[in-house]
């Protein structure tokens, strides 16, 4: 069994990503998974027209949404992630392997800009969420924007609440770090993972220098729906993901 603890700053722990990683892309290969359901359409709404955007993808698995961007027109995309479990990339993407905690200090990032910045289920493994943020804000093109998405965060209160006999309330509010198995990635590896709550991610955002354009709450489409009730009964039970569209804050000039 692998196990990780939390970075500094109560990030998830990235070393087990390695491990899980294989397992995700598998899981996320399923005709009924939510990502290929909900999470990337949604996400690749927001993003809208690509074409001859650069664009990065922080903790982009084995590249294959990076891949896409680039087969709808992004030019000089990069994707960076942990497990170098990476496909082969389509001409103009780069591949790299490296933490995305700090992505200038990624090996062949350093002063490069980037239109977007995606951070899809990934944030969470960052040492410092404040800091890795104010990194890529820094390294946004004037009309730049982040692409953030987190699970909701009352999915893992609802979770512990049955585990542990207690109440939503009490678990949404607590604050120690609790072990947590992707049981549909890989059962045999456990975080420790630390709870947030919305002001949380609110305050993070604000700490970073950055203000949330859009917001959504992506749902299960209705025929995708009638087609895997067993998923939809997942999202009526535990909600899904959040995704921001997050901007940097420009102060007025004196």
Not at 85 to 98: C, K, M, R, Y
Not at 224 to 239: C, S
Request: hydrophobic content about 40%; proline content about 5%; glycine content about 10%.
């Amino acid at each position: 069994m692998v196990s990780a603890t939390d970075g500094a700053g109560g990030g998830d722990s990235s070393r087990p990503w390695q491990t899980l990683s294989a397992g995700f892309e598998q899981a996320r290969a399923h005709e009924d998974s939510l990502d290929r359901l909900v999470e990337w359409p949604a996400q690749r709404a927001l993003l809208g027209d690509v074409t001859g955007l650069a664009i990065l993808d922080a903790g982009c698995g084995n590249g294959t949404k990076i891949a896409q961007l680039a087969r709808d027109g992004a030019a000089a995309s990069g994707g960076v992630d942990l497990s170098e479990n990476f496909i082969t990339p389509p001409p103009g993407v780069e591949l790299i392997q490296g933490d995305l905690s700090d992505l200038a200090a990624v090996p062949g990032l350093a002063g490069r800009r980037f239109d977007q910045i995606l951070f899809l289920q990934s944030f969470g493994y960052a040492a410092d969420g404040v800091r890795a943020l104010q990194v890529a804000r820094e390294m946004l093109t004037a009309d730049g924007y982040i692409l953030l998405t987190r699970t909701q965060p009352i999915r893992y209160a609802i979770e512990r609440a049955e585990q542990n006999g207690t109440s939503l309330g009490e678990e949404y509010f607590a604050t120690e770090s609790f072990a947590y198995r992707h049981r549909n990635w890989n059962d045999q590896v456990t975080l420790a993972k630390r709870p947030y709550t919305m002001s949380d991610l609110l305050n993070t955002f604000s700490a970073a220098g950055l203000w949330i354009e859009e917001t959504v709450e992506p749902r299960m489409p209705a025929d995708a729906a009638e087609r895997y009730p067993h998923k939809q009964a997942v999202l009526n039970k535990y909600l899904g993901i959040l995704i921001f569209k997050l901007r940097p804050v420009v102060l007025p000039s004196r």
